[in-house]
């Protein structure tokens, strides 16, 4: 059977309203690793909101690759740094420092394999 699964980040919270940000976090899923471990590799990685073999999906439209170095050029450019070296980036949101930190909800305990390998994969770019 087919499923469909997504991350909505909510725009109303300044960590994410930068496009750079939500790209750099996409590249930190590692969607490869997860259809091999999890889904014994019969899956496709999401290309958008349809699956890559609907005739709604565009054929020219990629996978966005796990890429940490990537992800971490993304969230330089949109002005997170680990400032004070504790290994989690940091920068100023309305005029006080706040942590590149943030919680999951998710409805389905399934799927807490996934955000518990997306959790480890995201600390190498500073992200907690």
């Keep these: 059977p087919k499923s469909y699964g997504f991350v909505g ?3 109303n ?14 590249h930190l899923v590692n969607r490869k690793l997860m259809i091999e471990k999890f889904r014994f ?3 496709l990685p999401a290309t958008g909101p349809w699956y890559q073999q609907s005739e709604y999906a565009h054929p020219g439209v990629k ?4 890429d940490v170095k990537k ?11 680990d400032s004070d070296k504790n290994g989690i980036l940091d920068r100023m949101v309305g005029g006080e420092k706040r942590e590149f930190r943030f919680q999951l909800i998710y ?20 992200v907690e």
């Design 41 to 43: 590799g019969m899956s």
């Design 63 to 66: 996978p966005i690759p796990f």
């Design 107 to 126: 409805g389905n305990q399934d799927t807490e394999k996934y955000w518990t390998m997306y959790k480890e994969d995201a600390k190498q770019a500073g």
């Design 9 to 11: 980040w909510n725009l």
């Design 71 to 81: 992800a971490s050029e993304l969230l330089k450019k949109a002005g997170w740094a």
């Design 13 to 26: 919270n300044e960590m994410f309203k930068d496009k750079n940000v939500r790209i750099a976090l996409a």
